[in-house]
Every structure is written in structure tokens, then in C-alpha cells.
């Protein structure tokens, strides 16, 4: 042998089993099959979970907008042109598994908040991307649930 080559080792057949080389799978049986999918897409789904959270302000309560009812959506509170109460401060956070968000992917869940207090509007005050991964882009959006005191904005 020279000093450029390596040595070829020769591992024995009785220690393949020890290590666990020589140990086969068990077969993959439809109910183990359905078991392993259930599993992976609940760790999915747990893994990727947004959550919408609403701090009520105040003392008014409403009851809540029909689901088919508009939610206004400011950047500012100079925006709004008519007097208006703020209801509660909606938090939501996404963390954006395997995603890029934006500000547009969770306007719809902040609207279906502040429907469920009554609001007609939201000021959003914040907006944060958040890292979750090598290639995940999250979001955290923090904004205030408004019900105009005139009438429809």
C-alpha cells in the first residue's frame, strides 16, 4: 500500500446487526400509512398556527357585524375624517412557515376580529416582519378596532 491510499475496512457480518445495519423496516401497512400522514399534517398544522387576539378599550360593547359587512382599513388616525371610539387593540401574529407575508395576507383576519366586536374600522400602528425560518417571513400587526360615531365612514 502506498501512501496516497487508505485502507479498506472490512466491517464483520455479526456486528452489522449491533450497530442496526443490518435491521430492516417494518412494512409500511395502510393503517401505519394513515397514521404517519395524520400525525405529519397535525405537526403542520400546530407548526404553523396564526394567532388574532383583541384587548378590549373601555366600557362600550357592540354586538357583532354580519360577516358580509365592510372593515375600513387606515394606516393612520388622520385618515379617518369622522369622529370614531376605538373598541379594543387587535394583535395578530403569523409566523409564516415555509412563506414571505405581508401586511395584505393578514388584513383578513384583523377585519374578522374587529367585525366580531362590532368595529366598522381598523387603524392598523404597527407592522413588524417577524423571522421564523431559513426562508419564513412572518408578521406581527398591531392595530386598533374603530366604530364610527356618525354613521357608515
Known sequence: MTATQTPQHRVPRRWLGRVGFARRARPMTPSRLTRHILLTGLVALLASCA????TPVGTASYP???AASPVL????ADEVKKPFETLGIIDHNDPGKYQI???GDSIPAL???ARAIGANAIIVDEVRPVKSGLISTGIHVRARAI???AGDQ
Open 51 to 54: 394567532t388574532t387576539s383583541v
Open 111 to 113: 377585519q374578522d376580529k
Open 147 to 149: 366604530r364610527s360615531l
Open 73 to 76: 382599513v387606515f394606516s393612520s
Open 64 to 66: 357583532p357585524l354580519p
Open 101 to 103: 407575508l405581508t401586511l
